[in-house]
């Protein structure tokens, strides 16, 4: 099998540009919001994107798996899955910010191998492939060089979360020493590392669908990703990514132990 990955990146960066046209056509009209049962939203954009998703890729790879956060679900023949978040920032979609994106990654063998991130008010897709580099369109984007707090921005998502873990008391005085903190959308935050605008995201809660994409795009890009144990994976249910200056630092502050 090829290891380029072209077909997935055409198609890949295709599906998610649809389906974000369509939600962006969805917005326009009356998009159903009901509650999950762990009280997160949903609207009938994110169930029409996620049916859209599922079809072109089932279309373009019937072997592959599915896991989509509105209930997709496949079990792959060939130990490929494609992992589908429809309306990644379901909350900035309802309230009309550009933070919210399609999400589409790639796992092979366990491992994210393809990643899409597209924001459809800005008309803005980020892509990688393994081995390819990670880019916002056709731009080639890389990490920023940087490995003192007070020369960092570091961005922060799911505050209403942190108070979970131990480090949560700590966590002011702790951001008093970064350049500047900002929290503008999980994975519109976690792009800005990606191409070098900012240093470090931390995301309190996550899961893989939030994560696939974002995981393959930051480390084509330069930087490093692991959850709060220090675990390289999308499936602990919290993530870090950051330049691999600023990586010791955020790994002690969060008390991982790998």
Same mark, same amino acid.
């Given at each position: 099998m090829p290891t380029n990955y072209e077909l997935e990146i055409e198609a890949g960066s295709r599906i998610a540009r649809a389906a974000?046209?369509?939600?962006?056509?969805?917005?326009?009209?009356?998009?159903?919001?009901?509650?999950?049962?762990? +009280?997160?939203?949903?609207?009938? @954009?994110?169930?029409?994107? =996620? $049916?859209?998703?599922?079809?072109?890729?089932?279309?373009? /790879?019937?072997?592959?798996?599915?896991?989509?956060?509105?209930?997709?679900?496949?079990?792959?023949?060939?130990?490929?899955?494609?992992?589908i978040d429809p309306i990644d920032g379901t909350r900035d979609f309802?309230?009309?910010?550009?933070a919210w994106s399609v999400l589409i990654g790639l796992e092979e063998k366990g491992e994210v191998v393809a990643g899409f991130a597209y924001f459809p008010v800005h008309?803005?897709?980020?892509?990688?492939?393994?081995?390819?580099?990670?880019?916002? +369109?056709?731009?080639?984007?890389? @990490?920023?060089?940087?490995? =003192? $707090?007070?020369?960092?921005?570091?961005?922060?998502?799911? /505050?209403?979360?942190l108070y979970?873990?131990?480090?949560?008391?700590?966590?002011?005085?702790?951001?008093?020493?970064?350049w500047a903190v900002r929290s503008m959308g999980g994975c519109l935050d976690s792009m800005l590392v990606s191409s070098g605008k900012a240093d470090g995201w931390l995301e309190a809660q996550a899961k893989p669908w939030d994560l696939a994409p974002l995981q393959i795009i930051a480390e084509e890009a330069g930087c490093l990703t692991f959850d709060f144990t220090g675990e390289r994976t999308i499936y602990g249910g919290n993530?870090?990514?950051?330049?691999?200056?600023?990586?010791?630092?955020?790994?002690?502050?969060?008390?991982?132990?790998?």
């Open positions: 974000g046209q369509l939600a962006l056509q969805m917005r326009k009209g009356d998009i159903g919001t009901e509650s999950k049962s762990d +009280e997160s939203p949903v609207t009938l @954009a994110d169930k029409a994107c =996620e $049916k859209l998703i599922v079809e072109e890729l089932t279309k373009a /790879f019937p072997e592959d798996g599915l896991l989509g956060e509105e209930g997709a679900s496949r079990e792959p023949a060939n130990g490929r899955k494609w992992i309802i309230r009309g910010t550009g008309d803005k897709l980020y892509w990688a492939a393994k081995g390819r580099g990670a880019y916002c +369109e056709n731009e080639r984007i890389h @990490a920023q060089d940087v490995s =003192e $707090k007070s020369q960092a921005l570091l961005c922060v998502n799911g /505050f209403s979360f979970r873990f131990p480090f949560a008391k700590d966590l002011v005085t702790w951001l008093s020493g970064f993530f870090i990514i950051t330049v691999p200056g600023l990586a010791a630092e955020m790994k002690r502050f969060v008390g991982a132990t790998k």
